[in-house]
């Protein structure tokens, strides 16, 4: 039997384009080949050349033949500029606490990629291909998670991005951490040796902080889609209304995003008869968690729409400093190292992922209260059975965990290197916090699934609509019904595993 072959993998083209942030996240998990665009190359090689002159001339260039930071008054020496860029990177990999995930360092280099192509901030086209081969070869850098004020750049987390470049540091390769001077050589990439300005263009900019929002606004998408569709399942379940979800009653509101939910629930729940059943309010007055699904989830999606906008204007800019124009034969100064809108966008993204959780919390509360023919804590036997009692504290544990962490870190600042760098935007501690609460909200979604559908199987006379009949079926053969008291924890992971499974085809059908 001939063996069959594997079908190449498209390449990721790096050019002056703009990118969707879809394309960035595609790229990134199905791990594509990059290859640069000779536009792009030759671009970077000019401004390369450029920065050569430079470093070499009478002119004093911060990064290029200065120190850093308050040592910017500092004067290098000619011979000297290749040991400043390396000792840039060695003393500026600072970074502390665990490495982040192979997936978020993926991110961070094809965010850095796309500040090089642009060619304006003196990195070769060598260092760049390098970095481009690192990842065609799967050797990643391994950066710690924490360190960064995000502005000055992320210089930390950079740096030991930029450390494999060099020989040293940690990378994953095949699917292990190892250290990167044994990995290179096996691989037999020797180490580079800096020219002028580069250890400056690999650690300045926000790609880190940058990188992370790419991924938490992929995933805030999904869960916003993901948490519509889950909700449809406790809306039946809860035999709610269907007036507060029609078209017509939105139309009177200028707010796109109610009438993106309302659609989307009203595409979902057509064919139920939830809202005939005798256990429905009689004056459709739901509480607010189910009535008020529309302004609530149309406000998050907004947030998500701000944090989508933001974020996807950031990577594709230049983030670095100084920054050079060859053709003019200029080399200007300023602040594209500042995080602030990237901090802003994932501080407001918290805020509007803990409101996702907030109110999925409260509709599982009222599922589990004894209300509308539903027995107290969805179990045939209260008392010698608890039921789904006890996930519903761990979804507000949860949820009182997510607002504590919904603290914006952007409106604080403390200074750095003796007053130079007075205003930071503290972005790193807004990215890692936004990552802490997506993982929580996955899981108090997950729990209000596991509560609706228990609830599904024990409303009486419920007739599911189409959509979700399917789902709820699906769902029961991943985890099946609670018939007596079980431990939950091996519930609550499959029920998250089974929205992780699907939530991105839900999000993707909320959209359309």
């Known amino acids: 039997m001939k063996s069959r072959k594997t079908a190449p993998k498209s390449t990721f083209r790096l050019d002056t384009r703009r990118y969707s942030l879809d394309e960035l996240v595609a790229t990134t998990e199905a791990q594509l080949p990059l290859s640069l665009a000779p536009k792009s190359r030759a671009r970077i090689q000019r401004c390369a050349r450029f920065v050569q002159k430079l470093a070499v001339s009478d002119q004093h260039v911060y990064g290029v033949n200065s120190g850093f930071g308050s040592l910017c008054e500092t004067r290098i020496k000619p011979e000297e500029v290749g040991a400043l860029q390396l000792r840039h990177v060695l003393s500026h990999a600072a970074g502390v606490g665990p490495v982040v995930s192979e ?88 180490p580079l040796e800096l020219k002028a300005k580069e250890g400056l263009a690999l650690t300045n900019g926000v790609q880190y902080i940058n ?53 989307h629930l009203s595409s979902i729940l057509g064919g139920s008869n939830h809202w005939q059943l005798p256990t429905a309010n009689r004056s459709k007055q739901d509480p607010y968690s189910f009535r008020c ?83 107290s804590f969805l179990t045939a036997m209260p008392g010698l059975d608890s039921g789904l009692m006890i996930p519903q504290y ?34 790193g501690t807004s990215a890692y916090k936004a990552q802490e609460i997506l993982d929580n909200v996955e899981i108090v979604l997950a729990i209000e699934l596991l509560t609706a559908a228990q609830a599904i199987d024990l409303a009486q006379g ?8 399917a789902i709820h079926r699906a769902f029961r053969r991943e985890v099946p019904m609670l018939r007596e008291d079980r431990i939950q924890s091996v519930d609550i992971e499959r029920a998250r595993a089974f929205l992780n499974t699907h939530r991105r085809s839900w999000a993707h059908e909320a959209e359309v």
Request: glycine share 8%; hydrophobic share 40%.
């Open 103 to 190: 997936r978020t360092s993926r991110f961070v280099m094809l965010v850095k990629l796309l500040t090089f192509r642009t060619g304006h901030t003196g990195i070769t086209a060598e260092t760049v291909e390098r970095l481009m081969e690192l990842w065609n070869r799967g050797i990643i850098p391994a950066i710690p998670k924490k360190g960064t004020v995000g502005a000055s750049g992320d210089l930390s987390p950079l740096a030991h991005l930029a450390l494999p470049l060099l020989g040293f540091g940690q990378v994953y390769y095949r699917g292990e951490l190892r250290e990167a001077a044994e990995v290179m050589a096996k691989e037999k990439l020797p």
């Open 211 to 263: 990188g992370i929002a790419v991924d938490a606004v992929s995933r805030f998408r999904e869960l916003v889609g993901a948490a519509e569709v889950i909700a449809s399942l406790s809306i039946q379940a809860f035999s709610a209304a269907q007036t507060f979800y029609d078209p017509l009653y939105h139309s009177t509101t200028e707010h796109p995003t109610r009438h993106q939910v309302s659609r």
């Open 293 to 375: 699904m529309p302004q609530v989830h149309g406000a998050i999606r907004q947030v998500l729409g701000f944090a989508s906008n933001t974020i996807e204007d950031e990577v594709n800019g230049v983030s670095d400093n100084p920054l050079f124009f060859p053709e003019e034969g200029r080399v200007l100064f300023g602040g594209n190292l500042h995080g602030e809108s990237t901090a802003f966008a994932l501080d407001f993204l918290a805020i509007g992922a803990t409101e996702l959780a907030n109110i999925a919390e409260r509709r599982t509360y009222q599922l589990l209260s004894g209300c509308r023919g539903l027995p």
């Open 394 to 427: 761990t979804s507000a544990a949860l949820v009182n965990e997510c607002k504590v962490l919904s603290t914006p870190a952007s409106v604080d600042t403390i200074m750095t290197c003796q007053l130079q760098e007075d205003h930071v935007s503290m972005g």
């Open 462 to 469: 419920l007739v599911l609509s189409k959509k979700t009949l």
